[in-house]
């Protein structure tokens, strides 16, 4: 796990022993069960390493200098959550980005939503595998958890990655979102032309840009994205539509 060591530590987090034996563990489930499950194109050891985990690390850069993080004075060497923060991870898949997330910030409160039943089977075991409390795992589509009292404008943290493209993942992701709080899309190069082709989306949902950060990892030629969009109003109740509807016309 040198790697993700090395890596995560130019992301500002430090990893103990305890850390890298779950990344470990997490690493040789994934693998296990993509023979039955299908779960990830990526298996080889150093890729899983940097495109999963080290990507999925990578959404941290989009909370420092919010008030969702200590400030590093106080926090000492490595980034700590100034407080239990909600999240859900939207069309999580194998657990990326939301798992190594509550991996390395165990006061995170995490849901993983996911469409898929045996992707949903996989996380429920990775879940309890690895010990992880507060984790609740959900089988459901994000235009139905965006309609449910429960989960509307409920969450600090809304995540994603790979999951549709801008003007439609808006509105899986900013329904679910409180007012103030932060949606990160993780993004390609494509990152610039989705922003732009979602801005209707964005001022019908309640949401604004804040920023495009560009991440590096390493070895990898191309540069990631994280689009970090902020909840500036209450999101019409028309919306999230029905399921499909926001790929199938989108905003
Ligand atoms: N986020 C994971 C990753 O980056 O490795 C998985 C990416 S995979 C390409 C997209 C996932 O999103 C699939 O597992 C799919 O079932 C799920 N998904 C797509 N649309 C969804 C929706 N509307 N609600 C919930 N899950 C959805």
Redesign the pocket.
Known sequence: MKLLLEGARQLGLSLTGEHLRMFQVYYGELVAWNARFNL?AITDYEQVQVR?FLDSLSCVRALVGTDYLLPVTLAGPALRLARPLTCI??????G??GLPLKIVFPRLHLTL????GK?VTFLEHMVERLGLEEVMVIK????ELGQMPGHRERYDLVL?????ELPALAE?LLPLCRLGGLCIAQKGIEAQAEVASAQAALAILGGELRRIIPVELPGLAETRHLVVLEKTARTPEKYPRR?GMPTKRPL
């Open positions: 990830t999963h991870d939207v069309g999580s898949g194998a990326f980005p939503l996911e469409a898929t992707k459901g589509r994000a235009e994603a990655r790979a999951v549709a899986y399921p």
